[in-house]
């Protein structure tokens, strides 16, 4: 097989997530120090989130030689499905100090109602 390296796919990066799940809503932050908010994009239905985007690199050092580089830059993409579903309306966000947080409420649960079987 040949490594995914070689893969003719443009190499992305992943970045880390917390989702936490209350009874009203559904919160998602995600860890993107470096990326330019102009440079993101955000995407959600009422199963799962997309995020996506750019993160620029860095000029390197004149005169120097990477002795550690682990720092991942270039497209990025994340989708994850949430654990319960929201409502595509009642959506806020804010992105601060390199986090992005989403706030999703939830969407109220479908209610079941007996139905009378009536003899005609």
């Known amino acids: 097989?040949?490594?995914?390296?070689?893969?003719?796919?443009?190499?992305?990066?992943?970045?880390?997530?917390?989702?936490?799940?209350?009874?009203?809503?559904?919160?998602?932050?995600?860890?993107?120090?470096?990326?330019?908010?102009?440079?993101?994009?955000?995407?959600?239905?009422?199963?799962?989130?997309r995020i996506h985007g750019f993160r620029r690199e860095l000029p390197r050092v004149p005169e120097s030689?990477?002795?550690?580089?682990?720092?991942?830059?270039?497209?990025?993409?994340?989708?994850?499905?949430?654990p319960a579903p929201v409502d595509t309306e009642v959506v806020s966000s804010s992105y601060i100090n390199g986090f992005l947080e989403l706030h999703l409420a939830k969407r109220p649960q479908d209610q079941t109602f007996s139905v009378p079987i009536t003899d005609e």
């Open 65 to 82: 030689s990477y002795r550690l580089a682990e720092i991942q830059y270039g497209r990025f993409e994340r989708v994850v499905y949430l």
């Open 1 to 49: 097989p040949i490594s995914p390296m070689f893969s003719s796919r443009e190499h992305c990066w992943t970045p880390q997530m917390d989702i936490y799940d209350s009874p009203q809503q559904i919160i998602v932050r995600a860890e993107l120090a470096g990326v330019d908010k102009e440079d993101l994009e955000i995407e959600i239905n009422s199963k799962a989130v």
